[in-house]
């Protein structure tokens, strides 16, 4: 079955501080994985995709095959990172359908 | 960002009314999807639509309808509100091809009550 876990609900770091968002996938062929970020009182929006390979507001994250995981990452949180994020999942065949986990509330305290 | 909205966007209904939510977008994208989010659960897709007139079922359709007479509607209704709908409705849209092939856009959501 396809699945995407998210295991932490809250993430509460200081700034300055690592860190480091979990997601692990469950998916038969070869998925394409993103993180969504929803901003209080935004709308959710695409923050990062596994095949663009790139940083974005100084997150990154690798797909590991290997551990079907794919672990949103950043050096050195801000306050303004302070979010709620999404793994999401999507196959191959078609329909861009997306499956999310639940979501990690990042906490990043001054 | 303008280009997928969403109505109305905060909804209180009474167990066993019928409520529609509708979703418009702008930029002519293919793919148009329904989510609903609820704590613990994340979103989870109700209906989802590859073209105007093709619809599907995704993870929790029961007790959802949806059209797509145009491709740039998408209205979701619930034939006859529960209290187990009460949530945030998204919807949401994508391109079929092109870089950004398989990025979702999400509108504004509809925080819907039903007691």
């Known amino acids: 079955a396809q699945r995407v876990t998210q295991p932490e609900k809250l993430l509460s770091v200081f700034k300055g501080a690592p860190v480091e968002l979990k997601c692990n996938y469950s998916?038969?062929?070869?998925?394409?994985l993103f993180w969504y970020v929803q901003y209080s009182r935004q709308r959710l929006q695409l923050l990062l995709r596994h095949i663009s390979r790139e940083s974005i507001k100084g997150f990154t994250a690798d797909l590991n095959k290997g551990e079907t995981s794919f672990h949103l990452k950043k050096p050195f949180a801000q306050e303004e990172d302070s979010a709620m994020y999404y793994c999401a999942l999507s196959g191959t065949g078609g329909y861009n359908k997306l499956i999310f986990g639940a979501g990690t509330r990042l906490a990043v305290h001054p | 960002d303008a280009g997928i909205t969403q109505s109305p966007r905060y909804k209180i209904t009474e167990t066993g009314r019928q409520v529609t939510l509708m979703c418009h977008q702008t930029w002519s994208h293919s793919y148009m999807f329904w989510y609903r989010q609820d704590l613990g659960h994340g979103l989870r897709l109700i209906y989802y639509?590859?073209?105007?007139?093709?619809?599907d079922k995704g993870e929790v359709p029961d007790g959802y309808v949806v059209s797509r007479s145009k491709t740039e509607n998408f209205p979701l209704t619930l034939e006859s509100a529960t209290r187990s709908q009460t949530s945030v409705y998204f919807c949401?849209?994508?391109?079929?091809?092109?870089?950004?092939?398989?990025?979702?856009?999400f509108g504004p959501g509809t925080r819907l009550t039903v007691l």
């Open positions: 639509s590859a073209a105007a007139d093709i619809t």
């Open positions: 949401a849209s994508s391109e079929s091809m092109g870089a950004r092939y398989n990025e979702q856009f």
């Open positions: 998916y038969s062929g070869s998925p394409e």
